[in-house]
């Protein structure tokens, strides 16, 4: 792979102190997680408008939390993989995730933003106030104490991100010296317009060319768990022998 060996020797050359990782759904492929746009990817079976919009939630909510509910049972069986694991040990970095699957957490990292939310938080519709929720529900939907309807704590499209989340993460890609970008195609904005607050050394790991692949310095063409454990072993190395 020619791509990730230039992108190593850069590493060496450049030996970046901070990392920002900003991930989507392809991270969490290789953990047997659906996409939402690759082959059998979620929009390729479901209406985004139909299961991810406030208005669809008004109108059923039991078939929303069935969906949810769904893709909630599938990622307690998953594992965070060999990308999870590497990007847990990078020091200083940050991870910002378009994922609501709390794999990255699980995988160790510590600092992450998540811009679209976490499948295993519950928010009320009247009070706002939000709870984690990592079993399965015994009736759906389910209801807070008031009474009131709960929500996934998940941004749906129409939404706005959780407050000061994309500031924070605009500011930390400015700021880096290394900006990975891997498995999201970099369509939904504003997340994927982050590549573009970033000026120095980008690296994409991507089976398939993307919306930002042209932005990033590299783009190199495999799967994150087989990438991304070497391009990590290149930032830890050049960090060690400065
Ligand atoms: N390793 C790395 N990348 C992969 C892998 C893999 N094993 N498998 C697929 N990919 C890539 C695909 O080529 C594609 O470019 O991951 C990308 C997944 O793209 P999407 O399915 O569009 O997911 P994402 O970019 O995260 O979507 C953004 O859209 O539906 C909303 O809120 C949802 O957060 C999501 C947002």
């Known amino acids: 792979?020619?791509?990730?060996?230039?992108?190593?020797?850069?590493?060496h050359r450049e030996r970046p102190l901070s990392?920002?990782?900003?991930t989507g759904a392809g991270v969490s492929a290789?953990?047997?997680?659906?996409?939402?746009?690759?082959?059998?990817?979620?929009?390729?079976n479901y209406r985004p408008e139909d299961l991810a919009t406030a208005a669809a939630f008004a109108r059923d909510p039991l078939l929303v939390w069935e969906w949810y509910e769904w893709r909630r049972s599938i990622v307690r069986e998953a594992k965070p993989n060999a990308a999870h694991l590497a990007i847990a040990r990078i020091p200083n970095t940050l991870v910002v995730t378009q994922n609501v699957d709390?794999?990255?957490?699980?995988?160790?990292?510590?600092?992450?933003?998540?811009?679209?939310?976490?499948?295993?938080?519950?928010?009320?519709?009247?009070?706002?106030?939000?709870?984690?929720?990592?079993?399965?529900?015994?009736?759906?939907?389910?209801?807070?104490?008031?009474?009131?309807?709960?929500?996934?704590?998940?941004?749906?499209?129409?939404?706005?991100?959780?407050?000061?989340?994309?500031?924070?993460?605009g500011r930390a890609v400015r700021?880096?010296?290394l900006l990975l970008v891997i498995g999201t195609s970099g369509?939904?904005?504003?997340?994927?317009?982050?590549?573009?607050?970033?000026?120095?050394?980008?690296?994409?790991?991507?089976?398939?060319l993307s919306a930002?692949?042209?932005?990033?310095?590299?783009?190199v063409a495999a799967n994150a768990a087989e990438a991304t454990p070497p391009i990590v072993e290149a930032i830890i190395d050049a960090r060690t022998h400065r």
């Open 175 to 177: 700021a880096a010296d």
């Open 102 to 169: 709390g794999l990255h957490q699980r995988a160790g990292s510590k600092d992450i933003i998540e811009l679209h939310g976490n499948l295993f938080r519950t928010r009320c519709v009247r009070e706002e106030t939000r709870r984690d929720a990592l079993d399965a529900f015994g009736t759906l939907p389910p209801h807070c104490q008031c009474g009131a309807l709960l929500r996934p704590d998940v941004v749906w499209f129409g939404e706005l991100l959780p407050v000061g989340a994309f500031e924070r993460a």
């Open 187 to 208: 369509v939904v904005f504003p997340a994927a317009g982050l590549v573009s607050f970033h000026e120095g050394l980008s690296i994409e790991i991507n089976p398939q």
């Open 212 to 219: 930002i692949s042209s932005a990033c310095t590299f783009a």
């Open 1 to 11: 792979m020619e791509d990730l060996k230039a992108a190593i020797t850069a590493i």
């Open 30 to 44: 290789d953990s047997g997680i659906p996409t939402f746009r690759g082959e059998g990817g979620l929009w390729r």
């Open 19 to 22: 990392t920002v990782v900003l």
